[in-house]
Nanobody, 127 residues
C-alpha cells in the first residue's frame, strides 16, 4: 500500500502562483511513477502532469504546459506541482497518484495505470 496526502491548496488570484505537495508513505516511493490529476465541478477528472521514478522524465498536459511544473524529491518521498500564471479555469480539486513503474524512465498520463490516490486538495482561482 502507498498512502498519499496532498497539501498546499487554497484560494489564489488569477495570475498568481501556488505550490502543491504530495507526501507518500508505505512502500518504496522511488519505485512509483507519480502523477497529478484534477477534477473541476461537473467535469471529468483530467490529467495534469506526470513524472518518472527517477524524476528525469516529465510530461505535462497541453492546458498547463509552460505554467505548471511537476517535480519530485525521492529523499523526502514527496512529489510537487508548482503552478504559475493561474487561471480561473484551473479551479479544481487536485489529486496526486502513484503507479508502479517497472522502468525508471516510465511515466503515465492515463489514470488507469495509477493504483493509489490521495484525497485531493482544492485549488480555487479567483478572477
Amino acid at each position: 500500500q502507498v498512502q498519499l496526502v496532498e497539501s498546499g491548496g487554497g484560494l489564489v488570484q488569477a495570475g498568481g502562483s501556488r505550490g502543491l505537495s504530495c507526501a507518500a508513505s508505505g512502500r518504496t516511493f522511488s519505485m512509483y511513477a507519480m502523477g497529478w490529476f484534477r477534477q473541476a465541478p461537473g467535469k471529468e477528472r483530467e490529467f495534469v502532469a506526470a513524472i518518472s521514478r527517477s524524476g528525469g522524465n516529465t510530461y505535462h498536459a497541453d492546458s498547463v504546459k509552460g505554467r505548471f511544473t511537476i517535480s519530485r524529491d525521492n529523499s523526502k518521498n514527496t512529489v510537487y506541482l508548482q503552478m504559475n500564471s493561474l487561471k480561473p479555469e484551473d479551479t479544481a480539486v487536485y489529486y496526486c497518484a502513484a503507479a508502479y513503474a517497472p522502468y525508471t524512465s516510465d511515466y503515465y498520463y492515463s489514470s488507469e495505470y495509477y493504483a493509489y490516490w490521495g484525497q485531493g486538495t482544492q485549488v480555487t482561482v479567483s478572477s
